[in-house]
């Protein structure tokens, strides 16, 4: 099992509007789908402005574990407060502790507009 936690990794994975039409758009139909979708959560049409791009880690770290760098710990365990406690008598997983950014967005760009 590997846990990519959304804060403080996968929220390092964000793009702008100016970087995703640079290599996204009007290079084909997925392409132009993904930017405009990112594109309509700038409700308030801020200048300054970065999206997270949640569920792409998980798969990258599956294409290449290198740009998901990660180390084994006890599998944590969830209490009723909604936080994570730790028991070193648990099994061993692998918890994501950062990520490569630029790797994985070269890659993800590259084959969106193959």
């Not at 990794?9 to 789908?33: G, I, R």
Request: proline fraction near 4%; charge should be neutral.
């Amino acid at each position: 099992m590997v846990i990519t936690p959304c804060r403080p990794v996968v929220s390092h994975f964000h793009t702008t509007l100016p970087e995703l039409a640079f290599f996204l758009k009007e290079k084909n139909d997925l392409s132009d789908y993904l930017y405009e979708t990112v594109a309509g959560y700038n409700n308030h049409k801020k200048n300054v402005w970065s999206k997270e791009i949640w569920d792409v880690v998980a798969v990258a770290w599956l294409i290449n574990p290198s740009w998901v760098h990660t180390e084994l710990v006890h599998s944590p365990v969830l209490t009723d407060q909604v936080t994570y406690s730790v028991d070193r008598s648990r099994h061993l997983i692998r918890m994501a502790t950062s990520i490569n950014r630029d790797a994985i967005f070269s890659d993800l760009f590259s084959k969106l507009t193959r």
